[in-house]
């Protein structure tokens, strides 16, 4: 039986998907006697197994058979499933890592120039024509960036990390034809051997399966956490268009900035003016999202 989509239980699911991906965020603190390898081990080691339940109770497991066909059958099919595992790795690795090493503010940066960057991959990959908001867009988010370069000579390396690596990822899954849950379940089992590297590498383990209960019950909320905002993110997804998707896309940074503050760090008075300009390349996209989402339910 098909579901009706039903906007409101879409966009509700999608805020508490970006709530709890914050939530992660913060979640850090508490594991403190962890390194952010560690951290980022124990969520792939415990979002696997639950994420695998959900592919097969909604029946998602066709497109991960056929991914495990083409790489019998396309030569360098597998090269290209590495590949995708390491670019998504390190992003895991970095959103766990940076907001107990004082880099929470960078990352959220990162998110927020993310859908610019995507805009200009659009761009120069696919041969998008890009609209005037979106031309308007990154005129100001190049402010910002030229901002942020007079007043530290660079960009934050996990800001460029975030915006220029998640737009390379996407691209190489939209044309490897990975775009969907199969693709993230393989990439995920791709990154399986190295997560419980970390965390046997760390020395927590016997710890924390042995002795310490109530760092037991941390390291299993760390992994439902992971697991309940990536599935409030696929079960709204279908609810959903694509304009209103994008636009909750902003969200999630902004509850990071949140939490990157509420865990001590600040905004220079310096990198205001960066941020504003950000703010603004974001504010021109939403507005456009909203013309467009407008538009659609008129015709």
């Known amino acids: 039986m098909h579901t009706q989509p039903n906007t409101f239980l879409g966009v509700t699911l999608n805020v508490i998907a970006s709530a709890l991906f914050a939530l992660m965020f913060a979640y850090t603190s508490l594991l403190g006697d962890l390194s952010g390898a560690e951290i980022y081990g124990w969520r792939i080691a415990l979002t696997f197994p639950l994420l695998t339940i959900f592919v097969l109770c909604n029946g998602y497991w066709p497109q991960v058979k056929s991914l495990f066909n083409r790489i019998l059958n396309e030569r360098y099919f597998i090269i290209t499933r590495f590949i995708s595992a390491l670019l998504i790795g390190i992003q895991l690795w970095l959103f766990m890592w940076a907001p ?19 805009v200009i991959v659009g761009w120069f990959a696919f041969k998008d024509r890009m609209s005037r908001f979106q031309k308007l867009a990154c005129i100001f988010a190049l402010c910002g960036i030229l901002n942020q370069l007079v007043i530290s000579q660079t960009l934050s390396w996990p800001t460029l990390v975030v915006c220029l690596g998640y737009p390379i990822y996407f691209w190489l899954r939209h044309k490897t034809n990975t775009n969907h849950i199969g693709g993230m379940w393989f990439d995920m089992m791709l990154s399986l051997p190295f997560s419980l590297y970390f965390i046997i590498q760390g020395g927590h383990v016997t710890q924390t399966l042995s002795t310490d209960f109530h760092f037991l019950w941390l390291v299993l909320g760390l992994g439902l956490i992971s697991a309940l905002a990536l599935g409030f993110q696929s079960l709204s997804a279908p609810h959903l268009n694509l304009s209103l998707f994008g636009l909750l896309v902003y969200v999630e940074p902004v509850l990071l900035v949140l939490v990157a503050i509420l865990l001590g760090e600040t905004i220079a008075p310096t990198e205001w003016l960066t941020y504003i300009a950000i703010w603004l390349a974001v504010i021109v996209l939403i507005i456009e999202g909203g013309l467009s989402l407008k538009q659609t339910r008129v015709t």
Do not use: D, E, K, Q
């Open 100 to 118: 107990g090493n004082g880099y929470g503010l960078a990352v959220s940066l990162g998110y927020f120039i993310m859908p610019i960057t995507m």
